[in-house]
């Protein structure tokens, strides 16, 4: 169910699965996921008779499948897994394959409310995507690094346009690979192209582009910022004002360059997982100072905190002054993780933590984390009271003044939602 | 003497050279020494007293006694020695021989540490030499192809997206017939484990990834794989010289790690692919270690014998030997684990080479040398004279079976053992591990 | 004569003990700037535990592997840095110039001790003269910056010992000793005998790696 | 025949006197008893009246100074005083050892005057 609005939003728990036990005829149960609304907790199941069937609030799907696997609820609720059936693949949706189905399938994505969703394919040894089980028209002899733009209506992937032959570096040099949106590909080849990325109304597409061996660039639409570089990482587009940036390499020095004009000095080691805040107006990404020591930069300037590790970044809105508010987590050799909202650090470390939350209209930010077994979360700083075997990402109530928990326990998947000034 | 005078007709180097002139070698050349080194290579490159103690240290010079070009400073003094002399004012020629010397004839075992009272770390040049040739485009075609693999689909054998994620399920289904539940979990995030392979599994080895399965069911490990590119922890790119694309690769490798939440990275048992997570792609990208830490097979099988979660139905027939892979032996000291992992396996000796540990002798297949493919072979075997005396003098006391937890290592001692006749059979401890333990029924 | 003496111990003295310290110290700085500046993920895992750990396994004779497979030429450099360093620091002849010059007295080794130590410099020398001819991979990789170096060092000791016995023309000699000693010492910043400044740092580097990182020795 | 025995001995006597108690007149070297018999260098070749009348000295007091705690006193002349009597072989607090007193009188004399030996070699010479 989508959008969020519509969720149940009243305080209190529910128990939406009393009994996670193996049912009858089931060989083994895989790992359990949890609709974004909370209302379905659902897992691949091996029968013992042969297939594989999904388990949906304890209700398995109609028909079983020869095979299973990469099992994701998307955004609006529904189950799905890539299913196999007569050694043809396909995506099944609630239990219900596509009509088409492919040599393989893989990577299942959503549009941003869920409506849309597409695959990666490969059919006659050709590949692309498929949309709602549409596959493009034009196939091409590689497709990888799929991306679907926010509203489903349009995806991108890099793909490759020539054979190569074993080992032939004249032609690979010359550039074989370009990126199609929508099956269409660009004019321009390139030696490597990376993550495309589209804009906030997905009518654009940018990517990083390898020209030689050693010159890095910026493709926006098929079209070069000019400028190369050294190196470059993944591009964004600010959602206000569409430019785009990416982090680039210049003397062996990171910094960012907006549509090819350096806007960050580059005196980083190391800058990277660039975000736009909703309003564009800032832009926050985790960048190393020094060697060994990294930190968050909001529009250039780093934060104080350091650590050797920092992961999972995040910019939202901030509530109170209608900025930017920015999240981040630090860590010591993947244990010990902190979590560090607009440059302060919240009290206590964990064994794992979580991608943080930010609510949509700002001002709470909250924190899947992990102690020994025991996984929660932290709300604001603050720990949320009661542990779980498994909790899974939380969610915000609009108006930011409640907060969903699925959790798992003792073999009983929960919902709950509480005041997040309780939480 | 000299590389001039034995080069061998490469159809990348070929290519390279056939491109530059003498302004684009100087400028490059320059433009790594002053914009890419610092004060280690001044300072080595200096404070070298040329006394050829190193000649003692590597296969290469010790299997051709009578050729001081061979020796570790013989090397440098041919390649980077003549760059920093000249400016870099030399020909393509030059920049042939140099390109094949620095790919073919060294495998930065770093063997030479052992040997230099300065301290002198003649793998920095050879590689910092790697790089030049990258930049200038003069690189042997066949690990440059792997190299143009693993910028295209994130691996080196050309693997796509699909065939990695079908050979894993042919092998969960395969594996499900001997171990009924068997599983090989795709992204299962906040597993334990986060277990990573190079390419040639999936694409050739693929018993390893099967044998790899049964152990982890067999010891009950929680333990994943990742079904997206990231899942190839090799580096070709690390070896030649472009190591821009080496940290991309490894982004992509830990990234792929944290994004499911893991707990650790074990690794198959290779060398190269160690060395690049383990402190040298992480260090190009400004983390001081791996962000996810990364344990290599035979410590991890150690681990899992330690606390008692692997049992055998047998044990291998001894006497075996075992060959210390320089990446994870000089490079991470797994020298005694190995041994104890070993032990445990093995009913017989251990009948070891000498020299051994952290002074054995490399396989000569490493540092990339055996990607250089087919053209280089024969030099490569004829360099390491010394590895087959050693292996030689073990099957001499029975040895039949040599223990080689590395890929590459396998590779040229496979090279090795045939091109000599020793008759020896090459296993992995995981080959060894599968064979003995006890098969858990359903 | 006198104006000759009192110029090579008196300005040129200075000058020598200038560059040699002042270069020593210009080089260590602007190498640990370049090393700051360019080797930031090397120079990360200093560590003096392991550094001092390389240092001393190397100073131990026999106990790397290299001078295990080069016994003679670990004999001789080992001979050679010790009556290098300790001979003329505690030559009597040296001590009674501090002695004079500066007030500073300090033990000294007997004259026939230090004529030994001498003489297997000046044999060291020689012998590493003759690797450099006689074996292949030594004489590979010689240039002439090694011979530069070999005789740099080879002459103060020469020219000493033929002053201390006074043969040919002492007063000449004693001179060229002089002037020998402060070509070697100026030398030290910006010749391979730099390696005097650097060898600990380069040394202290590789052990670092080797003990903190790699967990293995590097001996 | 029989006279040379008791010349020999009489030239013994001599010689050994000289050396317990050298007259100016006979001063070939500096070696006084104080360094025993042990000397590090042959000892310094020194004539001290060639030496005076050559370097035009005769103001005794240039170099058999007076003074003390290490200060010389060019007023108060020590003729006749042997060097070692005033400068120990190693000296207690203020003072100046016999061996530096030796050198910086005489080389320091030298270097001032241009004249003269200034290193080991010219006056220890073997």
Same mark, same amino acid.
């Given at each position: 169910m989508h959008p969020p609005a519509l969720w149940d939003w009243e305080s209190g728990q529910r128990v939406i699965l009393a009994s996670m036990e193996r049912p009858e005829g089931v060989a083994w149960v895989e790992e359990f996921h949890a609709s974004p609304d909370g209302e379905r907790v659902a897992a691949l199941a091996s029968l013992e008779e042969g297939g594989f069937t999904a388990l949906v609030n304890g209700e398995q799907w109609e028909n079983p499948f020869d095979k299973a696997w990469y099992p994701r609820f998307s955004p609006d609720g529904r189950f799905t897994a890539v299913v196999q059936q007569d050694g043809m693949w396909t995506l099944a949706v609630d239990g219900e394959p596509w009509e088409e189905s492919f040599d393989y399938l893989w990577g299942t994505q959503f549009s941003a409310g869920g409506e849309v969703i597409a695959a990666c394919v490969q059919s006659g040894g050709e590949y692309g995507l498929c949309i709602d089980g549409a596959p493009w028209e034009t196939l091409y002899e590689n497709a990888n690094q799929c991306v679907l733009s926010a509203d489903g209506k349009s995806a991108a992937a890099v793909v490759q346009l020539e054979s190569l032959k074993p080992a032939d570096l004249e032609a690979f040099q010359k550039g074989v690979f370009g990126v199609a949106v929508n099956g269409q590909s660009w004019d321009a080849r390139f030696m490597n192209c990376w993550t495309p990325a589209f804009d906030a109304q997905g009518q654009h597409v940018a990517a990083q582009v390898r020209l030689s061996l050693y010159d890095y660039s910026i493709a926006v639409d098929g079209k070069l910022w000019g400028e190369n570089y050294a190196c470059v990482w993944e591009p964004r587009f600010n959602p206000a004002t569409g430019k785009v940036a990416a982090p680039v390499r210049v003397k062996g020095l990171w910094g960012m360059a907006q549509d090819g004009q350096i806007?960050?000095?580059?005196?980083?080691m190391q800058c990277w997982h660039q975000q736009f805040s909703p309003d564009g107006k800032s832009m926050a990404a985790i960048v190393a100072p020094e060697f060994g020591a990294f930190t968050v930069a909001v529009n250039g300037k780093p934060w104080g905190a350091r650590f050797p590790v920092v992961t999972d970044l995040v910019v939202g809105r901030d509530?109170?002054?209608d900025g930017a508010c920015v999240a981040a987590l630090g860590c010591v050799d993947n244990a010990d993780w902190q979590v560090m909202v607009d440059g302060g650090i919240w009290p206590g470390t964990w064994d794992m933590a979580w991608t943080p939350v930010v609510s949509p209209a700002g001002g709470h930010v909250a924190v899947k984390v992990a102690k020994g077994d025991r996984q929660t979360r932290v709300v604001d700083g603050r720990v949320f009271q009661r542990e779980f075997d498994k909790v899974f990402e939380p969610a915000f109530s609009p108006d930011g003044r409640k907060l969903l928990i699925r959790g798992i326990d003792k073999g009983t998947a929960l919902r709950i939602v509480a005041d997040v000034g309780q939480a | 003497m000299g590389i001039a005078e034995r080069l061998i007709e490469d159809v990348g180097l070929r290519r390279g050279v056939s491109k530059l002139t003498p302004e684009k070698i100087e400028r490059i050349v320059n433009a790594v020494i002053s914009?890419?080194?610092?004060?280690r290579l001044k300072a080595y490159s200096e404070t070298c007293m040329r006394c050829g103690l190193c000649a003692e240290a590597c296969h290469f010079s010790q299997s051709h006694p009578d050729d001081p070009s061979f020796t570790p400073a013989g090397k440098v003094h041919q390649t980077m020695g003549v760059l920093l002399k000249t400016g870099g004012r030399v020909d393509a020629d030059f920049i042939y021989g140099m390109a094949q010397l620095a790919y073919t004839? /060294?495998?930065?075992? $770093?063997? /030479?540490v052992h040997f230099c009272p300065i301290g002198v770390d003649t793998g920095y040049i050879m590689s910092t030499v790697r790089r030049i040739c990258h930049k200038l485009g003069v690189t042997p075609q066949y690990i440059q192809d792997t190299a143009h693999s693993h910028s295209a689909v994130y691996n080196q054998m050309w693997v796509k997206d699909v065939e990695w994620t079908d050979s894993l399920q042919w092998q969960e289904d395969e594996a499900r017939e001997e171990f009924p539940g068997l599983r090989i979990p795709l992204e299962k995030e906040g597993a334990d484990i986060y277990y990573s392979v190079i390419a040639p599994e999936p694409k050739f080895r693929t018993q390893l990834i099967y044998q790899a399965a049964a152990i982890m069911h067999a010891a009950g490990v929680d333990w994943t794989m990742p079904a997206h590119p990231g899942w190839d922890n090799s580096d070709m790119c690390m070896f030649t010289g472009d190591f821009e694309m080496m940290g991309r690769l490894k982004r992509r490798h830990f990234e792929s790690a944290q994004r499911l939440k893991v707990k650790r990275i074990v690794m198959g048992e290779c060398g190269h692919a160690f060395r690049s997570v383990y402190d040298v792609g992480n260090r190009w990208l400004g983390? $001081?270690?791996? +962000?996810v830490p990364v344990m290599h097979a035979v410590e991890f099988y150690w681990e899992l014998i330690q606390q008692g979660r692997i049992t055998l139905a047998k044990k291998f027939p001894g006497p075996v030997t075992v060959q210390d892979p320089c990446n994870i032996v000089r490079g991470r000291g797994l020298e005694d684990k190995l041994r104890e992992v070993t032990r445990f396996l093995v009913d017989g000796d251990i009948i070891e080479m000498h020299p051994n540990k952290e002074h054995n002798f490399c396989c000569a297949a490493g540092g990339g040398v055996i990607n250089c493919? +087919? +053209?280089f072979k024969n030099q490569r075997v004829a360099g390491n004279e010394v590895k087959a005396r050693q292996l030689a003098a073990t099957a001499e006391r029975g040895v039949k079976t040599v223990i080689t937890p590395c890929h590459n290592c396998h590779g040229g001692l496979h090279d090795i053992i045939h091109h000599h006749k020793l008759g020896m059979d090459l296993k992995f401890l995981s080959d060894i591990i599968y064979e003995c333990m006890v098969k858990p029924a359903a | 004569m006198n104006a000759a003496y009192e110029f090579v111990t008196g300005p040129l003295a200075w000058a020598a003990w200038g560059i040699f310290l002042l270069g020593s110290a210009w080089r260590l700085v602007s190498m640990y700037q370049l090393a700051k500046k360019k080797d930031a993920s090397s120079l990360a895992f200093m560590d003096w535990g392991f550094s001092l750990r390389s240092i001393v396994n190397w100073l131990i004779p026999f106990n790397a592997l290299g001078w295990r497979k080069s016994p003679a030429m670990t004999v001789a450099t080992f001979a050679f840095h010790v009556c290098l360093l300790v001979g003329p620091i505690f030559l009597a002849a040296h001590v009674m110039l501090w002695d004079q010059f500066f007030g500073i007295s300090y033990a000294s080794l007997p004259d026939n001790v230090a004529d030994v130590m001498t003489l297997v410099v000046i044999a060291a020398c020689l012998y590493f003269a003759g690797r450099r001819l006689a074996q292949p991979e030594v004489r590979y990789i010689t240039t002439g910056q090694d011979w530069l170096a070999l005789v740099i060092v080879l002459a103060p000791f020469l020219t000493g010992f033929l002053a201390y016995h006074q043969v040919g023309g002492y007063e000449l000699m004693i001179i060229l000793h002089v002037v020998a000693g402060e070509i070697m010492l100026a030398a030290i910043p910006f010749t391979r005998l730099s390696h005097m400044v650097f060898a600990a740092f380069t040394r202290a580097y590789m052990g670092s790696e080797f003990g903190g990182v790699r967990h293995a020795r590097d001996w | 025949m029989n006279r040379t025995l008791p010349v020999l001995l009489a030239l013994a006597l001599v010689l050994a006197c000289a050396q317990l108690a050298p007259a100016q007149q006979d001063m070939k070297t500096l070696a006084p008893a104080a360094y025993g018999n042990k000397l590090t260098r042959p000892p310094a070749q020194f004539n001290h009246d060639q030496h005076n009348e050559k370097a035009k000295l005769a103001d005794c007091v240039v170099c058999h100074h007076g003074g003390k705690d290490g200060k010389i006193d060019r007023s108060a002349s020590t003729e006749g005083t042997p060097c070692a009597d005033c400068h120990a072989l190693k000296v207690q607090g203020k003072g100046t050892a016999l061996t530096r007193a030796y050198h910086k009188q005489c080389i320091g004399c030298h270097q001032a005057k241009g004249k003269g030996p200034v290193a080991c070699g010219q006056c220890h010479k073997r």
């Open positions: 806007i960050w000095e580059p005196r980083f509530g109170a002054s | 914009g890419e080194t610092g004060a004839e /060294c495998n930065l075992c $770093r063997r /030479c983390w $001081r270690w791996h +962000p493919g +087919p +053209p | - | -």
